[in-house]
């Protein structure tokens, strides 16, 4: 099997690269400011954008992310990197809001399979985390399976799954420990040929550790959680490596909070969608309607208080991701006069009112 197979290039994939015969398809491994390493069939090397692509883009997320198949022409620039001049078309993407922005968006990894939520069972583990990384990992098309790390630690497991039971609807939970090398090998055979896999989690959880066990050998560094539980950063930037069994995985930095750019909450609120199916009003808001399914869930105790909570949350957020401040204040204040027909027309009711 040639490297392009084993890195998960498929047929639409292949025909949209032969639309550009004189370049050449590769996958990137990694990014480092604006130099990236890129993967083909016989070799890897460093590339960047094109000046004509840097042009053209309209936002951060255009440019490429690891995990993308792109076209490059193989020719050095003056300092000797390839150049990319496409971004093929990404069958999945994993995106996050950019740090210290209002409306940016940053990819994580792109032409995901499997996404792997890593939790250690200690005091990292936070179900309200593990919604919002589901409700991330749905949107983006991939397949979420929870991964509890560091077992060995834990002496309330029955408990703590349990707990998961709730949130982690028709989503494969597997827990593991260094301790356990069955768990891991269960964790690698996933990983075929041609799959590719991320593992998102907070700093010190074990992302490392598992994935350095696909590769066979110690390449990424590991460190554990401190004191205080959260973890040391020692993965500080994307890379994609071949496991021994042909895989393709992808580390990233530690995460402990995650805000969202788009996220599918219909999928990781699965019981609460099922549940508004027998609200009395069709637009039911879930909050104080007559005859509200999910709040009758909850007075009749089948519903946690803090799983309602945290679905409001996200929900407001999904609602809110991607505007700009004066965009999320207009539709604050729309859905404040949404009885009257939104803002504007409360304001006209209001002119009229004064003018009697």
């Not at 399979?113 to 983006?140: G, K, Q, T």
């Not at 982690?168 to 939970?173: L, S, Y």
């Not at 929900?315 to 006069?337: D, M, P, Q, V």
């Amino acid at each position: 099997m040639n490297k392009l197979k084993k890195l998960g290039i498929s047929k639409e994939i292949n025909t949209e690269a032969n639309q550009y015969p004189e370049l050449f398809v590769g996958r990137i491994s990694s990014q480092t400011k604006n130099i990236y390493k890129v993967m083909t069939d016989d070799k890897e090397f460093t590339a960047e954008v094109s000046g004509k692509f840097r042009y053209n883009i309209d936002k951060i997320s255009d440019y490429p992310a690891v995990g993308d198949f792109v076209m490059v022409d193989k020719l050095s620039d003056d300092e000797g990197h390839a150049i990319i001049h496409h971004v093929l078309s990404r069958k999945t993407a994993i995106i996050r809001k950019a740090a210290g922005t209002s409306n940016d968006e940053q990819l994580v990894a792109t032409n995901v399979d499997i996404v792997y939520i890593c939790m250690s069972l200690n005091n990292d583990f936070n179900i309200r985390r593990i919604e919002r990384y589901l409700s991330i990992v749905w949107d983006s098309g991939a397949m979420p399976v929870i991964v509890l790390t560091k077992s060995d630690l834990c002496d309330n497991l029955t408990e703590k799954l349990i707990e998961l039971d709730e949130v982690a609807i028709g989503v494969e939970v597997i827990v593991t420990s260094t301790f356990d090398p069955q768990s891991l090998e269960y964790l690698e055979n996933q990983l075929l040929a041609g799959t590719t896999a991320a593992f998102i989690g907070s700093s010190g959880v074990g992302k490392s550790t598992i994935i350095n066990y696909f590769l066979g050998k110690t390449i990424l560094e590991t460190d554990g959680l401190r004191n205080d539980d959260k973890g040391r950063h020692t993965t500080t930037y994307r890379e994609l490596f071949i496991s021994q069994k042909g895989g393709t995985v992808i580390d990233t930095p530690g995460m402990r909070e995650i805000g969202f750019e788009s996220a599918d909450i219909t999928r990781t609120f699965n019981d609460i969608d099922i549940l508004a199916q027998q609200c009395k009003f069709n637009d039911c808001s879930h909050t104080n309607e007559p005859k509200c399914a999910v709040l009758n869930a909850i007075a009749e105790g089948n519903m946690s208080l803090e799983r309602y909570d945290s679905y409001l949350k996200l929900r407001r957020e999904a609602k809110y991701a991607g505007l700009s401040s004066k965009e999320i204040e207009r539709t604050k204040l729309n859905e404040i006069f949404r009885d009257y027909g939104g803002m504007k027309n409360a304001r006209k009711m209001q002119k009229q009112k004064n003018n009697l």
